[in-house]
């Protein structure tokens, strides 16, 4: 009887314990489902929204040709300097 009675004890604590975990797990399950719904409020099907390619950037030709002047320039006062060297 001691046995029977200990165990039905200890059915009721496991019983009780697990009562105490659906409520925790109720209550978190609300919050996740709130927060959720905060983020879903920025996109219509509540996934996170894609980050569209990055357009790149124009430049203009006067842009282009200015640029590729000046390197011009460095190269040519590179190959300048090289020739020098060489001569030395």
Do not use: C, H, P, Y
Not at 15 to 29: G, H, M, P, V, W
Request: hydrophobic share 40%; aromatic share 2%; no cysteine.
């Amino acid at each position: 009887m001691k046995l029977l009675a200990a165990l039905q004890k200890e059915a009721q604590k496991l019983t009780k314990a697990k009562d105490s975990l659906e409520r925790q797990l109720n209550a978190i399950s609300a919050a996740v489902k709130a927060f959720g719904s905060s983020l879903a409020a920025d996109s219509a099907n509540g996934r996170r929204q894609k980050r569209g390619r990055r357009k790149g950037r124009k430049m203009s030709a006067a842009g282009r040709k200015a640029i590729a002047e000046a390197q011009r320039l460095r190269w040519a006062k590179q190959k300048k300097k090289k020739a020098k060297e060489e001569k030395s």
